[in-house]
Nanobody, 124 residues
Framework: QVQLVESGGGLVQPGGSLRLSCAAS????????MGWYRQVPGNPRQLVAG???????NYDESVKGRFTISRDNAKNTVFLQMNSLKPEDTAVYYC??????????????????WGQGTQVTVSP
């Protein structure tokens, strides 16, 4: 009923830039907090950046000053602008979206969804 589609990953040289996007679709009553995580094989998934429904943001220290998270509520989309990329940024990036859904009979419930992941590789 809810799908997240990520795009924007790819191969880039150190110092380059990429912009990731994640669009949510489905019968969504409201999108609440959203975030971007990244994962290297064999390691836990880690928060990179988050943005609340009030557009308050937070970043992992390793990306602060280089990455910017933003959202377009009209399009149910969250973005991650990545500048000054480093080899250590190489990972699969996943968006995470918290939604409120109508479940019938006048009830609503909050759910969290993950995107399919998009590969970001930073290499000469």
């Amino acid at each position: 009923q809810v799908q997240l589609v990520e795009s924007g990953g790819g191969l880039v040289q150190p110092g380059g830039s990429l912009r990731l996007s994640c669009a949510a679709s489905g019968r969504i009553f409201r999108i609440n907090d959203m975030g971007w995580y990244r994962q290297v094989p064999g390691n836990p998934r880690q928060l990179v950046a988050g943005i609340t429904s009030g557009c308050s943001t937070n970043y992992d220290e390793s990306v602060k000053g280089r990455f910017t998270i933003s959202r377009d509520n009209a399009k149910n989309t969250v973005f991650l602008q990545m500048n000054s990329l480093k080899p250590e940024d190489t990972a699969v990036y996943y968006c995470n979206v918290h939604c409120t859904l109508d479940i019938g009979n006048g009830f609503r419930r909050n759910y969290a969804y993950w995107g399919q992941g998009t590969q970001v590789t930073v290499s000469p």
